[in-house]
């Protein structure tokens, strides 16, 4: 079982009516209850806010005795990421260089486990007018792509456009065409250290997207394919060693 | 001087009216007056037909000693690929491989250097309804998209769909936007071997492409970057060596 | 299960003696044995020349039908790449393309296949003292590499030193440095189209090499990883389509 | 002129009798004469301690605005990367990804702006034995390697050894042969935002390494190959745009 920890700020559904309406529970129930469905993967979440509104100690939260126990993070942040501790941005960040798959939705490209990962600015156009967007495979034969068409589409979503400010990816994946007339690297994979990492771009709170059965099927074969292949060593370490055979 | 050569086919100006309309010298002529406008290109020609409509004997005209005072070829072929002679295709893709630079222009995905180079199908999909296009940039930063801004137009040309059949890219350079709905890589960057390789997507015969300023600006841009930087050597042998020190 | 295809050339063992001694019924009957010694691995071989030295039609032998039915192919040649006809390097670089797993071994980097699917000269350097051989793992969180140390020696085997002629690997996987004071990128693995391509180097057909337990290991590691994820697809087209939303 | 910026944190030639009498007045201080020698360089230093053993305030002496006058950055610290300020990591990293050149020199590889830009643990092994280093040249036609034969020796210096924890270098330009049995990839580019950056592992401060022709020929070449090519942008905004057309 594909053990998958769930990271949502929570702070959009609770504020904003037409957010809730959508996500009454927040997005991460949404996510949670889709990838509980599936018998390969158990899934928990941990917010920044509680449904009170109140802050989370993400520290006592995120620890590295959960991440050691999780083997894929999903992080969807958006206005709230320098409310989470360095502490757990280095946590993360060791735990995905150790292992663990790592899979950044929407507006988590500027969240600060992306950004270290990335090292470059991860910064991108924008414009929320709604648009039509059509998702393109560029590589049918790649695990996180099964399942889907030549392309399949989402009715309204916030647009995110190129330059994005990302590393070249091992691996482009998908390319989103909207309708206003920009396009975007929307699905991205790197290996970082022993880690996986996805970046989907679709998910902007006040459109149901994360409803949509193409939307889900990415995300689930994301959570496949960004678990981690039978090694996971939390050993990162720099090691002064003697001459092969001297040891 | 960065020294030329452009290849054509020069039959699509010969035989349709509409083509020879835009390109009454063949496009190849088009191509190369801009370059010879250039102070530091000179640039000449060679096409599969002649204005007569014969057919030029390539492997005479594109002789390793031509390849080996050529800094970069162009390569212009639609349907006349199975024409070049496979010997003439080794020797271009000696040549890069040497550090010759190749831009490869629309159809050419499927000429048989560009696909030895790149080792896959090179495969698309393609539509023929004038679509407007906008080209983005993904990275303002290198030399093949200077002086471009974060994207131009092209009134009309064939659409060119993902998926695209070709090895990652080193660098993703422009994402075409398509007014039918489609997407695609429509620059990309490889180095192969001690050369360069630019594949660039606009051009279809029947639009006036080559003479829109940006088209322009990223070929003369893609000329300058894929000239070899000082290395080029034609010796690619698979030595018998002694061990170092008794050399 | 996942169905192997050996090729082997099968001359070396049939002419020298001291390979013979080694590889008494051809290398591929070794490699075929530990394959097939798995649970999850079936392998079966063809070999270019046959125990009496005859030629073998590799035409009617490696069909597009027998590809088909192969998961992975395992290639070993070395002075007869000449003789493997150009229908079957298409048909083998197809079916890579098309997500066929391969393996290429020792000196089949100048393969035809393999040079058909890098683009490149695949040239390297070469010197044949029977050097030790340390083989280091550069990740040791790659399939490839699972059950592997921090190196692990050959104690003789031909020298290949870089420069080595091939497109940048997706991943490099193993460096070896040579007692005689070389260094080599001994595992490299690309992905081409949907398939995944492995070249190992080692395998001198004069030292028993494909009898020692790492070397064992990479190879069954490689044939599980390059093994196609679900994913199998002859059709490599080019069509006209209609515009999204028109088909 | 390139407009180079060497960073330094001259401790240990300060502290240590062997190193004060192989570099006197700091490694910095050769590196800046040997690039100053050079017509189209101009060198200059800023050092974490000075020379008095005083530690100085890099926060002030590594400014944006020292950075927006820098083409290329030098950097070398070993026993006192945390006293790196992080405003000073940040104005770095910014720096490199809007263009800014940046060359780590061996025990930089744990620099805090290395990792940064890396965003993996840059781990490695090490050896302190004084070993005979032989650079392999991986690829002979880039222009950091130009000038160099085959390969070239280090005397002695430190080993460094793989796994490196790195992302996949773009471009993997040296591999070392250490006498004792390892083998390290002592030379790596990668591309990261509009900025270059290079890693090169020789320099360990107990060994008069910067004084070696063939090291001083791969620093002059990385200078010159990491300058930005035209392109300074330090403007790295993620704007709210509007649609094509209607700016």
């Known amino acids: 079982v594909i053990r998958v920890l769930i990271f949502n700020e929570f702070l959009h559904e609770n504020r904003m009516e037409n957010v809730k309406e959508i996500y009454p529970d927040g997005m991460h129930a949404v996510l949670a209850e889709m990838l509980n469905g599936e018998e390969d993967i158990s899934a928990e979440c941990v917010t920044l806010f509680n449904a009170e509104g109140q802050q989370n100690d993400l520290d006592a939260l995120i620890t590295e005795e959960k991440l050691r126990e999780t083997d894929v993070l999903l992080w969807w942040g958006h206005c709230a990421h320098q409310?989470?501790?360095?502490?757990?941005?280095?946590?993360?960040?060791?735990?995905?260089?150790?292992?663990m798959g790592a899979i950044?939705?929407?507006?988590?490209?500027?969240s600060k486990?992306?950004?270290?990962?990335?090292?470059?600015?991860?910064?991108?156009?924008?414009?929320?007018?709604?648009?039509?967007?059509?998702?393109?495979?560029?590589?049918?034969s790649h695990p996180v792509t099964r399942?889907?068409?030549?392309?399949?589409?989402?009715p309204h979503d916030e647009m995110y456009g190129e330059p994005f400010g990302i590393p070249e990816p091992d691996k482009l994946l998908l390319l989103t065409?909207?309708?206003?007339?920009?396009?975007?690297?929307?699905?991205?994979?790197?290996?970082?250290?022993?880690?996986?990492?996805?970046?989907?771009?679709?998910?902007?709170?006040?459109?149901?997207?994360?409803?949509?059965?193409e939307v889900r099927t990415v995300i689930k074969n994301a959570v496949r394919w960004t678990a981690p292949e039978g090694y996971r060593d939390f050993v990162l370490d720099c090691p002064n060693v003697r001459k092969p055979g001297a040891e």
Chains 1, 2, 3, 4 share one sequence.
């Open 83 to 99: 409310l989470v501790p360095d502490s757990v941005v280095n946590r993360v960040q060791r735990a995905v260089l150790g292992g």
């Open 104 to 110: 950044f939705l929407h507006s988590a490209h500027h």
């Open 113 to 140: 486990p992306f950004r270290a990962l990335m090292g470059t600015t991860c910064n991108l156009s924008w414009r929320e007018d709604g648009d039509l967007c059509r998702l393109w495979v560029v590589d049918p």
């Open 147 to 154: 399942g889907l068409g030549k392309y399949f589409e989402i």
């Open 177 to 213: 065409w909207f309708e206003g007339g920009e396009v975007f690297r929307s699905c991205c994979a790197w290996r970082r250290g022993a880690g996986k990492v996805i970046y989907f771009q679709p998910g902007h709170e006040t459109y149901p997207v994360y409803y949509l059965p």
